[in-house]
């Protein structure tokens, strides 16, 4: 059996509040939380900047050659992850609902998800990390010692993300929104490449009645009780 890596991953559709969970996780066991969907985010926002249109793959691939995309941690216990391009600040720019829907486009190109899994990986390599994502199980890091699936109602994620959004001054209209979380999980499901899905060895909680504090201390006690080393 191939060696388990100190890491732990966190997968889930949209909204279900796996940067809560994975960003206090990261704290209380002294790793470092990898947001693998700021890092398409950042890949959407390039496009659009460059005004690439993400269904022209080969445009797309000229674009993201020279991309130097860079995580920072969150300044603040509740903050986000900071990301760079090229050097130049862009966290306030794409934690928009637009961003995400665009970022979900062009994760199904496989010239996006090779480079970004590439990075992601070599970001995993010394260990002690908690990735969140899509596919952070089932193909980043497969041999992550600790996998989590977070799930929760349509519902109740539209209202979670609606107040997230409103936390930070913008209108959130929440039927909208469903509707939009609806589309995004449906088209991350049904990619042909690295498509959203619990990994076979993973761990499923519905948090749909749960707090993110609820949450964070399961996955602690399993951990704690699945440990090959201590944490
Ligand atoms: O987690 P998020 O909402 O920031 O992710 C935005 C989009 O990025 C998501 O809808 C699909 C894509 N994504 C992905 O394909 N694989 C990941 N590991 C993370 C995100």
Request: net charge neutral; with cysteine.
């Amino acid at each position: 059996m191939s060696e388990k890596q100190l890491i732990v991953t966190i997968d889930g559709p949209a909204g279900v509040g796996k940067s809560t969970v994975s960003r206090e996780l990261a704290r209380r066991l002294g790793f470092t939380y990898l947001d693998t969907g700021a890092m398409y985010r950042a890949v959407a926002y390039a496009c659009q900047n460059a005004g690439v249109n993400p269904a022209d793959e080969d445009a797309v691939a000229a674009l993201i050659h020279d991309l130097i995309i860079e995580l920072q941690p969150p300044t603040s216990a509740d903050g986000d992850v900071r990301v760079f391009l090229n050097g130049k600040e862009i966290s306030n720019f794409i934690r928009t609902q637009e961003m995400g829907m665009l970022a979900s486009r062009i994760s199904g190109l496989p010239v996006v998800r090779d480079k970004l899994t590439d990075l992601q990986q070599q970001m995993g390599r010394k260990g002690k990390i908690v990735a969140e994502g899509r596919d952070t199980g089932t193909v980043v890091f497969p041999q992550a010692a600790w996998k989590f699936y977070l799930d929760a109602r349509p519902e109740e994620r539209a209202r979670r993300r609606a107040e997230q959004l409103r936390d930070r001054g913008e209108v959130a209209d929440e039927t909208e929104i469903r509707a939009q979380i609806i589309k995004r999980d449906q088209d991350d499901r049904q990619r042909t490449i690295a498509p959203l899905k619990a990994a076979a060895d993973a761990i499923i909680i519905d948090s749909t009645n749960g707090t993110a504090d609820d949450v964070t201390r399961l996955m602690i006690a399993h951990i704690k009780q699945n440990s090959f080393q201590p944490v």
